[in-house]
């Protein structure tokens, strides 16, 4: 695929033997992109409009299959690999790779009596990590979102790329960040309420975040310990950090929905709420959530990235303002 200065994308597909072909990515979700045959065999198309800048998953339909782009890298998401695209975006620096000191993203399998599995988790360390052998650091658990997996964050979000950033231009303390998958139990798309928390914060209190403590040099309590997830992920945020308000004193909701200062019981375990989402999305649930949440007495922030929907822009955006805001206490 190819974008161009203005955003607009544009897709080509050999496919000589084809009848039909269409992209799935397009304009608000209406339809895709139908590909025109050329004489070659080929199928040719551009979006009829530029796209929201930043990362959007996409397939392709070739005579009512569904398949991977082979000119494309695949991302887990929609519970498949799914192509990618990146649309530049006019902030993209911060997320950028660039020639300043970077952490690790390693892989990590801990034990699971619960769901007796051994699970995989991703661990970002921060630049100088290993080196700094006599230093404990806070941890942020950072979900993903509905049909995605732990490698999320990671590759379609740049979350290891952000903090590096950050840390180089001396904007946040360096912290820890543990990302692994959210789900226990599958659930199709639109039946989330019917998903139960219960197995998941089995997994993430009593055993994940043991192991971290265990295998990590990290402060280990709550007013160091952040979550916080996209989405589904924000979902999974709000009920854990509900049901178990003496493990995380940090609470972050991007796309994940709000609190209200009811489902909240003891306000002293709560450092910082964060709320965010896309200006296409809802931002005046945001913008009413953060307001009843200050009248409280509550330390809420929030943030509305503009010119974005429920996307990963929205949430790389999100991230970059949350992270200088935890363990500033």
């Not at 049909?147 to 790329?161: C, I, K, P, V, Y």
Request: include cysteine; charge should be negative.
């Amino acid at each position: 695929p190819q974008v161009n200065s203005q955003g607009y994308a544009r897709f080509k597909i050999d496919a000589p033997a084809a009848d039909s072909v269409r992209v799935s990515l397009g304009l608000g979700g209406r339809g895709g992109t139908l590909l025109a045959k050329a004489e070659d065999g080929s199928w040719m198309g551009t979006t009829e409009g530029p796209m929201d800048e930043g990362f959007h998953y996409y397939h392709v339909n070739v005579d009512g299959g569904t398949f991977n782009d082979p000119g494309a890298l695949n991302f887990y998401g929609s519970t498949r690999w799914e192509s990618g695209i990146e649309i530049p975006a006019h902030d993209q620096e911060f997320y950028a790779l660039k020639d300043v000191p970077h952490g690790k993203v390693e892989q990590i399998l801990f034990p699971s009596k619960s769901t007796k599995t051994s699970r995989r988790a991703f661990v970002y360390t921060p630049p100088g990590y290993a080196e700094n052998t006599d230093s404990k650091y806070p941890v942020l658990y950072l979900q993903h979102g509905w049909g995605e997996d732990e490698t999320a964050w990671s590759n379609q979000g740049h979350a290891n790329l952000i903090m590096d950033n950050l840390i180089a231009e001396g904007k946040i303390e360096a912290f820890i960040i543990v990302m692994t998958y959210g789900m226990t139990n599958e659930i199709k798309f639109g039946g989330l309420r019917d998903f139960d928390i219960t197995p998941f914060q089995t997994v993430m209190v009593e055993e994940l975040i043991p192991y971290v403590d265990t295998h990590f040099r990290t402060v280990a309590d709550a007013s160091h310990r952040a979550m916080a997830g996209l989405s589904m992920g924000g979902m999974e945020t709000k009920m854990i950090t509900m049901n178990k308000p003496d493990v995380f004193s940090y609470y972050g909701l991007l796309s994940g929905g709000t609190y209200a200062p009811e489902d909240i019981g003891n306000k002293e375990n709560v450092s910082l709420i964060f709320l965010s989402c896309g200006s296409k999305e809802r931002p005046e649930a945001i913008k009413e959530a953060t307001k009843n949440l200050k009248d409280a007495g509550y330390n809420v922030a929030s943030y509305i990235s503009e010119g974005t929907a429920h996307e990963f822009q929205t949430w790389r955006r999100s991230l970059h303002e949350m992270a200088p805001l935890l363990f500033t206490k």
